[in-house]
């Protein structure tokens, strides 16, 4: 079963990407920040990480930064969630290692479409 | 309710919490940037989750504030006061919109329009800001979404959207569309519309019209302005917010683009003279030959009507093709159709943009379109990345990540490639240090696609809000494996429902199991079954061990630190003292002290009400205060302690201080004391007079130091829930009260009492004394039976007249004793008459429900362990009956 990272500080954003994640038969996990995500990630493997922007202790800039510069981990695709629809924003995304960006609330069938293209799921 | 809404009510009741606490903090430490951006933080968050649910009230206000809290982070305003109290207001409103939402599953009716209130507010602080760092607000947010209010572009004559459209550089350029319409009474403020509108700079059109057809003549009343205007300008969005800063509520802006103007107007007419010149111009379309066009334009219009909505169309067409800004295809067409049709299509008809356009998938076919769309944006999304300057210790990250994401789209996408050619290119471009062979290989994919050019999407630039959390998960339930077990959960949140069945079930459990010693007596007496009997009672023994720490341990679950009430008053001190004018400390002392979760919420209001209180009457204001040579910042204290199975709150001041004198006074004038009392009683006594009702009315106030007003209620509440209030104060130096309530209302211990044949049930902490008093030593006083005990008047009354039973010692005997509960009832002692004393027993008192309630003279009911129903006697209400 594919597992996809859900990294937000948000409960109820976690509990609603975690509903979306399920219903199209993948495995969800969830952190509540940076830190916490890294630790999952250095003991379970993932296919996907959805993140959020603005987390304590260790945003989510600074997260994927430290993802893609960690060997281990650098490959892993990964969405940025923001509440933010600017370009900017968006920039920043990438320049920090964002294969996608969305901005919440995603539309159900859009979040559920991307996530199982980019877990290499079946058509 | 949808377990996604009720998680998120939780969640952000918690982080609403959390924001007030740290506006207090900040009050005292202003620069503190921790605390700012952990505000900043939990707005920010209650507001991305809002937007899962269709809240938009909500959700905008808390924008908006999250909004104020960026500008306080990058340190371009400093928080007053007052925009303090504005963002603590708005707090409160998302919170009363959270119990809403609770309640109702959604807001309030009246939440558009406080959420407007509130958003001008807010937004009120920023422009300020804007204006004066002479900035320009770029977030789209601040403006009026187009569509809704611009429905009067059509009262524009044509001849006059033309002139503007014509003097446009541009047709992609935006005006403001401003709607004024000023309040009736708009006079009186000494506000001139008229003269405002006039000031609007760079302005393209005006128009003013009236709101409802002029009344009659002999009702016209000159003085109210019944009139509104309607605005086009190229000005600042900034100049117009100045210029109307006085009247903001009454004024709307929106943009509009210079497109929207042009729409044909008139009455749609035969078709059949246009279809030859629309057959011409879409030739002539595709020929890109638009001199040639516009002289079929030319020659249609010299046929048509004047009137025609398809003149009319011509007519714009002629002023699209001559527009300086060269030919809008797109807009030409859909002119042309506008004379085809007599329909103009709606809005600029992109076809880019149209493919891109995510529709809501109803069926599989349309999933999968929607999935190879996605494919593509994330194909694209791709090629961008690779095109973004990168620093060299994010370079093989992003590589890698990015062949990851190009092997799982290529199923998608209908693209004949294999993950071996990636991983190829992969290896190629580490090689070489560079994108390009992967940058290469994306542009041919999508070239053969046809749409090379990497361009934003709608998809996501403009996420359509709506609910997606309605009923449709509901509809279709998603059995969800459970979640692994965690070690990093410590605590758990429990639906407090929850825990209620779990009460209830434990009180069923207790009482079920009082049933084992009956069963036991009855193996022994009835069935001579000794051995039985005692095996019973080993048994019973054991059941009512784990029965008890059962008990206990739900109890504990109920319970909760009292800092749940406390934390709200530091916002309530500073908000009434600065109201008042006042300077005043809370000190909150012992907010850890537990008690049951319904006890903690029963304080809350009483203590409400102490605290306003103290402040209000009790706390001098500062210059008295320095007169007296006390320090100038009174103090209020809040105290919880424990006291054996009782929580004792304090509150004290350092304030006036009650006058006893006063009180004894008002009292006697009431009537509420005889002379004699008034001569006797202590000052001590006196002081508790002020609890008494009918002392505490509104008129006191002013007079009786204060203290009148809903003392008595206070008393009310907290008696209520179980608990007893006193108050100490010396005049002067200030006031103490302290409410003492049980830790737990679950169990209660009553005495019980046997009259006229039935048990009751007293509440034993309301009982003082049980005496066996010689029938002789009862006096009569004034008519009435009384007896002295330690040298206190008693009175005393029979409960089996009371209760209209009958006695079984109606006759009584001179040497015969009676047997007397005195009992406490919170104002008096009493001295009740009963048959016999009993046990006293723990139960679980359930109120009467149905026919039953109406009987208030009984607090409620228990069953007891042999199946009999305990009534448990309300004494406060007894005593209305004698």
């Known amino acids: ?105 995603v539309q159900p069938e859009v979040l559920q479409s991307i996530v199982n293209i980019l877990v290499g799921g079946t058509r | 309710m949808n377990t996604l809404l009720q998680e998120f009510i939780n969640e952000s009741r918690e982080l609403l919490e959390e924001a007030s606490q740290a506006f207090l903090h900040l009050e005292n430490n202003p620069d503190d940037l921790n605390i700012l951006n952990g505000l900043f933080r939990a707005i920010h968050t209650i507001k991305g989750s809002s937007g899962l649910f269709d809240i938009a009230p909500l959700t905008n206000v808390v924008h908006a504030a999250e909004d104020v809290l960026d500008i306080v982070r990058e340190g371009r305003l400093k928080l007053s006061p007052d925009m303090v109290d504005i963002l603590l207001d708005s707090l409160d409103q998302v919170n009363t919109w959270l119990d809403d939402l609770e309640a109702e599953e959604k807001l309030s009716p009246d939440a558009e329009e406080i959420s407007e209130e509130l958003k001008t507010k807010l937004r009120g602080m920023i422009s300020n800001v804007a204006l004066e760092n002479g900035q320009q607000e770029t977030d789209t947010g601040h403006e009026a979404e187009l569509g809704s209010n611009i429905d009067w572009l059509a009262k524009i004559s044509e001849e006059e959207r033309q002139l503007i459209v014509r003097q446009a550089q541009n047709l992609n350029d935006t005006l403001l569309a401003i709607t004024y319409i000023p309040d009736e ?264 696609k046809g749409s090379t050019e990497p361009e934003p999407e709608p998809i996501r630039k403009e996420p359509e809000k709506q609910a997606p959390v309605q009923q449709e998960t509901e509809k279709k339930p998603v059995v969800k494996p459970s979640p692994p077990v965690k070690q990093t959960i410590k605590v758990l949140k429990v639906d407090q429902k929850r825990i209620d069945v779990l009460m209830d079930l434990v009180s069923e459990l207790v009482v079920a199991k009082n049933s084992l010693p009956f069963l036991a007596k009855r193996a022994e007496e009835v069935f001579q079954s000794r051995e039985l009997a005692k095996e019973l009672k080993t048994q019973y023994g054991a059941i009512n061990r784990i029965c008890e720490e059962l008990q206990t341990a739900v109890m504990q679950v109920r319970m909760v630190p009292v800092s749940h009430v406390f934390q709200r008053f530091p916002r309530l001190v500073r908000d009434l003292s600065r109201k008042l004018g006042k300077k005043v400390r809370l000190i909150i002392e012992g907010e850890e002290t537990e008690a049951d979760k319904n ?103 002013s007079d009786v130091s204060g203290r009148g007003v809903g003392m008595d209620a206070v008393r009310t509440m907290v008696e209520n829930a179980g608990g007893s209030i006193s108050i100490k104060s010396e005049k002067g130096r200030g006031t103490v009260i302290s409410l003492s309530l049980p830790l737990t209302m679950a169990v209660t211990r009553v005495l019980m009492i046997e009259v006229g044949g039935e048990i009751f049930g007293v509440p034993i902490e309301s009982v003082m004394e049980t005496v066996r008093v010689p029938a002789n030593d009862i006096h009569l006083i004034k008519n009435k039976e009384t007896v002295i005990l330690r040298n206190r008047l008693i009175p005393l009354c029979r409960l089996g007249d009371v209760l209209q039973l009958s006695t079984q010692e109606n006759a009584r005997k001179e040497t015969e004793e009676e047997a007397i509960l005195v009992v406490n009832t919170g104002r008096e002692e009493l001295g009740l008459i009963v048959d016999k004393f009993h046990e006293g027993v723990d139960i679980i008192l359930k109120p009467l429900e149905g026919l039953m309630a109406k009987f208030r003279i009984y607090a409620g009911a228990t069953l007891l362990g042999d199946g009999r129903v305990l009534l448990v006697l309300n004494l406060k209400e007894l005593v209305k009956c004698l």
């Open chain 2, 185 to 448: 009474q708009c006079f009186f403020n000494g506000d001139d519309p008229l003269y405002t509108m006039r000031q609007i700079p760079e302005l393209c059109w005006f128009g003013i019209e009236t709101r409802e057809p002029w009344p009659d003549i002999n009702e016209f009343d000159p003085f109210t302005c019944l009139v509104q205007f309607y605005a086009l300008t190229k000005a600042s969005l900034e100049e117009i917010k100045e210029l109307f800063t006085y009247v903001e509520e009454e004024v709307q802006q929106a943009r509009i683009s210079i497109q929207d103007l042009i729409f044909p107007q008139g009455e749609v007419g035969d078709n059949e003279p246009f279809g030859l010149f629309v057959q011409d111009a879409t030739q002539l379309i595709d020929n890109k030959d638009w001199s040639s066009l516009l002289k079929a334009v030319d020659v249609a219009l010299e046929v048509a009507g004047p009137d025609l909505f398809q003149a009319s169309a011509l007519r714009w067409l002629k002023v699209v093709l001559e527009h300086p800004s060269g030919p809008n295809e797109s807009l030409i067409k859909n002119l042309v159709q506008a004379v085809a049709t007599g329909i103009m299509p709606e809005g600029e008809v992109v076809e880019e943009q149209e493919e891109n356009k995510v529709d809501y998938p109803q069926e599989e076919g349309q999933k999968d379109e929607l999935t190879t769309k996605l494919a593509l944006d994330i194909l694209r999304t791709q090629q961008k990345l690779l095109q973004l300057p990168c620093p060299p210790e994010l370079w093989t990250g992003r590589l890698l990540s990015i062949g990851e994401v190009l092997k799982r789209c290529l199923p998608f996408s209908a693209i004949e490639k294999s993950t071996e050619e990636i991983s190829a290119l992969i290896d190629k471009a580490q090689k070489e240090k560079s994108f390009s062979p992967l940058l290469t290989f994306i542009n041919d994919i999508l070239s053969s």
């Open chain 1, 1 to 105: 079963m594919k597992r996809v990272l859900i990294v937000d500080d948000a409960v109820t954003v976690r509990m609603y990407h975690r509903q979306q994640v399920e219903e199209i038969g993948l495995k969800a996990e969830e952190a509540a920040n940076g830190v916490e995500a890294l630790e999952k990630m250095m003991r379970d493997n993932f296919d996907l990480l959805l993140v959020d922007v603005n987390m304590p202790k260790m945003d989510g800039y600074r997260f994927l930064k430290e993802v893609r510069q960690n060997p281990d981990l650098m490959s892993i695709p990964a969405i940025m969630i923001s509440t933010e629809a600017g370009e900017q924003d968006e920039a920043q995304a990438y320049e920090a290692g964002a294969n996608y960006y969305l901005v919440k609330p």
């Open chain 2, 599 to 701: 006890v903690v919420e029963d304080l809350a209001e009483p203590l409400v009400h102490l605290l306003r209180n103290s402040i209000d009457h009790g706390i001098e204001p500062p210059e008295e205060r320095e007169a007296l040579g006390k320090p100038i910042e009174g103090e209020v204290r809040l105290r919880a302690i424990h006291l054996e199975d009782q929580v004792v709150i304090e509150i004290s001041d350092d304030g006036r201080g009650i006058d006893p004198e006063i009180v004894k006074r008002k009292a006697y004038e009431k009537g509420l004391i005889d002379e004699e009392k008034l001569d006797q009683i202590t000052e001590e006594e006196a002081l508790q007079l002020i609890f008494a009702p009918g002392l505490s009315t509104a008129e006191q106030v």
